[in-house]
């Protein structure tokens, strides 16, 4: 399934997406993603139908407003894309340059959509001043009008009138939670960019984090987090404390690009962590998920202690 997808975001999830969904309920009320980026979650889930309504939420307030122009003014985002998509009495490099200062200039959030489009990577990053620096793709213009307007156009069809977008602080949106929601978190990630992840305005305190779990887990909502992994052998930040009862599952990602630059072997694998409210619903054992191609050559691998993984299960994706 072709799901509809206008920039594409560093650490989103929407390739392990399918592999994710599988631990989520037939029929939920509400998705609310308290740390969106570019949605893909939710866009995954509307796309099959998964819940009702939707609130997508995240600090960077730019980002914020560009998903609701999105999802409720896609035309009019569309025409602006179009528009800025390249000048033709510029070179498309001074261009570039030129939109990111005026977008740090404006906080226009049109603007970054074609920023999103045209830097490297796609790898959003930020000043310690909460500026947009990062620099052009110099091998590409960024995506074509005509796509972007596919895209826009599929998401706002998928999504409106049924979601809500805001920027607010994560544990704002999470004190407004009910029973009837399932929260579905993928937080800037620590232990792989020390104190401040360049991808984020502003980070987050893991002491906080922990608290405003424990506070879920005593309303009983349900909740799953994309939080921390390993490559290899070797683990990146702390794991989540026992005491919140989470069931861990690991999702063989592959390997980064990195290591294949380096012609290393090193696998990634994302966590995703369930509350214990989740997983007594969906009967769910910790466990690990590796790629379809790979799943029987691992499972003769060794078991790398990490977390809390009493047993590992193997299911291919």
Request: aromatic share 10%; net charge neutral.
């Amino acid at each position: 399934m072709k799901i509809p997808q206008p920039f594409q975001y560093q650490g989103s999830k929407r390739a392990l997406a399918t592999t994710i969904l599988q631990y989520l309920p037939h029929r939920v009320h509400r998705i609310v993603e308290p740390f969106a980026g570019s949605a893909a979650f939710s866009l995954a889930c509307a796309a099959r139908g998964k819940a009702k309504e939707y609130w997508l939420n995240d600090f960077n307030k730019p980002l914020a407003q560009l998903i609701g122009l999105i999802v409720n003014q896609p035309e009019e985002v569309s025409e602006f894309y179009k528009s800025t998509w390249r000048s033709e009495d510029q070179e498309p490099l001074e261009h570039y340059y030129q939109v990111r200062e005026e977008f740090n200039r404006t906080n226009d959030p049109k603007l970054l959509l074609y920023l999103l489009a045209r830097c490297v990577k796609a790898s959003v990053r930020y000043n310690s001043d909460g500026l947009f620096n990062q620099s052009p793709d110099k091998r590409r213009l960024g995506t074509h009008p005509d796509r972007m307007k596919n895209n826009i156009l599929g998401v706002s069809m998928l999504l409106r009138g049924k979601t809500i977008v805001t920027a607010q602080d994560y544990r704002d949106v999470l004190a407004n939670c009910r029973d009837e929601d399932v929260v579905y978190m993928d937080p800037p990630y620590q232990g792989v960019c020390g104190e401040r992840d360049a991808r984020y305005v502003s980070g987050i305190s893991f002491d906080d984090f922990v608290v405003a779990l424990d506070q879920l887990n005593a309303r009983g909502v349900r909740y799953m987090i994309s939080y921390d992994g390993r490559l290899g052998e070797q683990s990146y930040g702390e794991p989540l404390p026992d005491y919140l009862d989470l069931t861990l599952v690991e999702i063989e990602a592959g390997r980064s690009s990195q290591a294949t630059l380096l012609g290393r072997k090193d696998v990634t694998f994302e966590s995703l962590y369930l509350s214990q409210t989740l997983s007594n619903e969906m009967s769910a054992l910790p466990c690990t998920h590796y790629r379809a191609n790979t799943s029987q050559m691992q499972l003769l691998e060794p078991t790398s202690p990490y977390g809390k993984i009493p047993q590992r299960v193997s299911t291919a994706l």
